[in-house]
């Protein structure tokens, strides 16, 4: 079971930024595609950004240009950075592990809040 735990959440101004980071608990990433997801009140949870077991990554439309995920496969680590925040960017973020060939093999972290407000 893979053991993944967000941090980096918090209050910030439209416009500014954070950084979220998530740590998997072993050396996952050759064989887990990782991703950040997110949730709105009253929504569904959508995808923001993933990387892929090639070390790809892909973002979603609303987050393209302002959003960058990487990783730290020394520190089995992978990381949302965002930027120019928007109050629609408020939300509960949460890291996700897949495994690339047991696609129904998933693992998730408990997520971390991040809200944008003047």
């Known amino acids: 079971q893979v053991q993944l735990v967000e941090s980096g959440g918090g209050l910030v101004q439209p416009g500014g930024s954070l950084r979220l980071p998530c740590a998997a608990s072993?050396?996952?990433?050759?064989?887990?595609?990782t991703g950040w997801y997110r949730q709105a009140p009253g929504k569904q949870r959508d995808s923001v950004a993933w990387?892929?077991?090639?070390?790809?990554?892909r973002y979603a439309d609303t987050v393209k240009g302002r959003f960058t995920n990487s990783r730290d496969n020394t520190q089995n680590t992978v990381y949302l950075k965002m930027n120019s925040l928007k109050p629609r960017d408020t939300a509960i973020y949460y890291c996700n592990a897949q495994h690339i060939i047991v696609s129904s093999v998933q693992n998730w972290g408990r997520g971390t809040q991040a809200t944008v407000s003047s």
């Open positions: 072993g050396s996952i990433f050759t064989i887990y595609r």
């Open positions: 990387i892929t077991s090639d070390g790809s990554t």
